[in-house]
């Protein structure tokens, strides 16, 4: 293989350093690499490679049609076809109306996103491949953290992306949308561009368009800047984890929840003479409500979100949060709904359910 140009020497140095630092493959992993055709996972997949003989990773291509819009059916063909072009392994997953209304509830974008990840780690397994990359940028990163606030997230949300999430990578956070293509340019690599990028309908795409352009104009590196926003959160939530951790072992309820391997079934009957709660529900999980009210509200509200999780009930926002634990010193019965997910006072217990309904 020639000599890679600068451009893509350089996108590839700062992967390899954002994967070394977040425990990224070892030697003979597989990575399914997702390639949607732009410029971000063109660079993605070429710097992977750089960087994959030396280190003896196996890669594979994946790329989704959604089915949304003209033309989708062309971009993952290219894509399958660069892919062949490579010697690399590759699939085309087209998702149906189907895979996509089942994630509906969620909002278009959500329900596309959730639908994709659906149908790319099955594939990805398929091929033998432990991880999966995407092509996130700083960019985005930055646009992640600008929609956090204007949701009005705490702390985690500003966290923003991780370069390693469980199996699901992401070695372009510290690199600049600017320099993927630049990277491409340099390679003689064409790229597609996906006319919706272009639209200024869902509000990611504002963000990106008229927003991040302004802070940039009125305030030069805004966009580095928020990216490291989101890099100065992930750490503190990094050292508060093992917090959250210690105080759950102190109030979580008989037969709690162990957060490696929950045990099966993964619920928790109520102890004898715990009042019943009107709508019933399958109990998640027990929270001791004297040990809950003592606790200070910010770290109450992480060890009410980490629950939600392992019990694997929906998450709730942080208004719900405080609503849980205000239940701490409730009248017995007094319940919180949310969407996917409720609490309710009962006897000593804060209990986690699932709603019947």
Same mark, same amino acid.
């Given at each position: 293989?020639?000599?890679?140009?600068?451009?893509?020497?350089?996108?590839?140095?700062?992967?390899?350093?954002?994967?070394?630092?977040?425990?990224?493959?070892?030697?003979?992993?597989?990575?399914?690499?997702?390639?949607?055709? *732009?410029?971000?996972?063109?660079?993605?997949?070429?710097?992977?490679?750089?960087?994959?003989?030396?280190?003896?990773?196996?890669?594979?291509?994946?790329?989704?049609?959604?089915?949304?819009?003209?033309?989708?059916?062309?971009?993952?063909?290219?894509?399958?076809?660069?892919?062949?072009?490579?010697?690399?392994?590759?699939?085309?997953?087209?998702? &149906?109306?189907?895979?996509?209304?089942?994630?509906?509830?969620?909002?278009?974008?959500?329900?596309?996103? #959730?639908?994709?990840?659906?149908?790319?780690?099955?594939?990805?397994?398929?091929?033998?491949?432990?991880?999966?990359?995407?092509?996130? &940028?700083?960019?985005?990163?930055?646009?992640?953290?600008?929609?956090?606030?204007?949701?009005?997230? *705490?702390?985690?949300?500003?966290?923003?992306?991780?370069?390693?999430?469980?199996?699901?990578?992401?070695?372009?956070?510290?690199?600049?949308?600017?320099?993927?293509?630049?990277?491409?340019?340099?390679?003689?690599?064409?790229?597609?561009?996906?006319?919706?990028?272009?639209?200024?309908?869902?509000?990611?795409?504002?963000?990106?368009?008229?927003?991040?352009?302004?802070?940039?104009? =009125?305030?030069?590196?805004?966009?580095?800047?928020?990216?490291?926003?989101?890099? =100065?959160?992930?750490?503190?939530?990094?050292?508060?984890?093992?917090?959250?951790?210690?105080?759950?072992?102190?109030?979580?309820?008989?037969?709690?929840?162990?957060?490696?391997?929950?045990?099966?079934?993964?619920?928790?009957?109520?102890?004898?003479?715990?009042?019943?709660?009107?709508?019933?529900?399958?109990?998640?999980?027990?929270?001791?409500?004297?040990?809950?009210?003592?606790?200070?509200?910010?770290?109450?509200?992480?060890?009410?979100?980490?629950?939600?999780?392992?019990?694997?009930?929906?998450?709730?926002?942080? #208004?719900?949060?405080?609503?849980?634990?205000?239940?701490?010193?409730?009248?017995?019965?007094?319940?919180?709904?949310?969407? *996917?997910?409720?609490?309710?006072?009962?006897?000593?217990?804060?209990?986690?359910?699932?709603?019947?309904?």
């Amino acid at each position: 293989m020639t000599r890679a140009p600068g451009e893509l020497r350089l996108v590839a140095d700062l992967a390899a350093k954002a994967l070394a630092a977040a425990g990224g493959p070892a030697p003979g992993d597989g990575v399914a690499v997702a390639v949607s055709g *732009g410029a971000d996972s063109l660079a993605l997949l070429h710097a992977l490679r750089v960087l994959a003989g030396p280190r003896d990773w196996r890669l594979a291509v994946l790329t989704v049609d959604h089915g949304l819009r003209p033309g989708s059916a062309a971009d993952a063909a290219f894509v399958a076809d660069h892919a062949k072009a490579l010697g690399l392994p590759a699939r085309v997953l087209t998702l &149906t109306p189907a895979d996509l209304e089942a994630h509906r509830p969620a909002g278009p974008e959500a329900a596309a996103r #959730a639908a994709r990840y659906a149908a790319l780690w099955p594939a990805a397994d398929a091929l033998g491949c432990r991880w999966l990359a995407t092509g996130h &940028t700083l960019d985005d990163q930055a646009e992640t953290v600008l929609l956090q606030l204007l949701r009005g997230a *705490g702390p985690d949300g500003l966290a923003g992306m991780s370069v390693r999430s469980g199996r699901l990578l992401r070695p372009l956070l510290d690199v600049r949308r600017a320099q993927t293509r630049a990277c491409c340019a340099a390679a003689g690599l064409p790229w597609r561009e996906d006319p919706s990028n272009a639209t200024d309908t869902p509000l990611r795409n504002r963000v990106r368009h008229q927003l991040l352009p302004l802070l940039e104009d =009125l305030r030069p590196g805004a966009t580095t800047t928020l990216a490291r926003t989101a890099t =100065l959160a992930a750490d503190e939530r990094a050292w508060l984890d093992p917090l959250v951790t210690a105080t759950l072992a102190t109030i979580v309820g008989p037969g709690g929840v162990d957060s490696a391997e929950p045990p099966d079934p993964g619920w928790v009957t109520l102890p004898e003479g715990a009042p019943q709660t009107e709508g019933g529900g399958e109990a998640r999980l027990l929270l001791d409500a004297d040990g809950l009210a003592g606790l200070p509200v910010a770290l109450g509200r992480r060890v009410v979100r980490e629950v939600a999780r392992r019990a694997e009930v929906t998450m709730p926002d942080a #208004a719900t949060c405080d609503r849980v634990l205000g239940l701490a010193v409730a009248a017995d019965g007094t319940v919180t709904r949310w969407p *996917g997910g409720a609490a309710v006072r009962a006897g000593r217990w804060v209990r986690l359910v699932v709603p019947a309904d």
